[in-house]
């Protein structure tokens, strides 16, 4: 009879414990659901933003005008607001990086996640964790100083500032986003897919190409993404390394992308001319997520398909 107690006492305790641990449930799956939604919130807030602060000056220039125009004279006596250099010269010079930048980036980390010792896997990724942590101002001063004059000298140019010297400072600059989520991504392919290949009488790198790459695909188009990402929202290298000049979009010509046109004005930017500017932001802003919208289709799309 005394043990009664005792068992009653712990029904109790029992169930008071399964009650806080049901209530920290409640309470976390509301805080998570607040995270959210506090992300989707800033996200409609800078959309709502853009769109507000960027399309009364496209509707005083006139859309094709703004868009389609040739020239940008924002200080002239009669000032021109066309931005058709700038967004050619951001399509053309992210491409050029991305061609360059994603073969590099990928048989890197095929490297890293197949191929390396330990010890050399240990120090490639330290290098890359350091290209991922360099300012992008310590890239444009090395471009300016050391890639800058090398292109002028190997190409005969005048001034070696040019979308070729942009172009390259890109395609390093995205080299740690594409690295660094392909080999966690590899690293996540089964061994079990690389063993029944090897199995099958497949040499080591047909087993890496044909099987572990296309096993990692989404995470590896995930990487393609933010490199992509990187590449077109980056302002201070491309200024210091590109010319800054308002041309047409040409390999050896000094140009200007539409983020380092933002960033060479605003600071002394007044009526419509900084109308512009925020107008060339909702640019670029519509620009990237139709391109990542567009790649996470492409890319990702093919492997849901797979399965």
């Known amino acids: 009879m005394g043990q009664r107690p005792v068992f009653m006492k712990g029904i109790v305790f029992m169930k008071k414990k399964a009650n806080v641990r049901d209530l920290v449930e409640v309470i976390m799956n509301g805080v998570f659901f607040l995270m959210g939604m506090t992300a989707i919130a800033f996200v409609a807030l800078i959309t709502v ?12 220039i006139g859309p094709v005008d703004f868009l389609l125009g040739r020239t940008w004279a924002s200080t002239a006596a009669h000032p021109s607001y066309g931005i ?26 095929v490297f890293l996640s197949k191929i390396a010792s330990p010890r050399m896997a240990a120090v ?18 090395i471009g300016m100083v050391v890639l800058v004059p090398a292109v002028a000298s190997v ?9 070729l010297a942009a172009i390259l400072v890109l395609a390093v600059m995205i080299l740690p986003s594409i690295i660094s989520v392909s080999v ?13 290949s090897l199995a099958l ?35 201070m290298a491309i200024m210091m ?27 002394y930017a007044s ?37």
Do not use: W
């Not at 490639?124 to 001063?141: N, Q, R, T």
């Open 49 to 60: 933003y853009m769109f507000v602060s960027g399309l009364p000056a496209i509707a005083k």
């Open 84 to 109: 058709l250099p700038f967004i050619l010269t951001s399509f053309f010079g992210t491409l050029g990086a991305v061609l360059i930048g994603i073969p590099v980036g990928l048989l890197t980390s």
């Open 201 to 235: 009488g497949a040499t080591k790198i047909e087993t890496y190409f044909k099987v572990s790459l296309p096993a990692a695909k989404s995470g590896i188009a995930a990487g393609i993404v933010l490199g992509v990402g990187r590449a077109m929202g980056e302002a």
């Open 155 to 163: 190409f005969g140019l005048a001034s070696g500032a040019c979308m």
């Open 184 to 196: 966690t991504a590899l690293n996540a392919v089964p061994k079990e897919y690389e063993e029944a």
């Open 241 to 267: 390394v590109a010319g800054n000049v308002a041309n047409m979009p040409g390999l050896f010509k000094s140009v200007r992308f539409l983020t380092t046109a933002i960033a060479s004005e605003m600071s």
């Open 271 to 307: 009526g419509l001319q900084r109308q512009a500017l925020f107008s060339i932001a909702l640019v670029l802003f519509v620009f990237i997520m139709l391109l990542n919208a567009l790649l996470n289709r492409i890319l990702k799309g093919g492997s849901e398909d797979e399965h």
């Open 124 to 141: 490639v990724s330290s290098a890359v964790e350091l290209l991922a942590g360099i300012p992008s101002v310590i890239y444009g001063l």
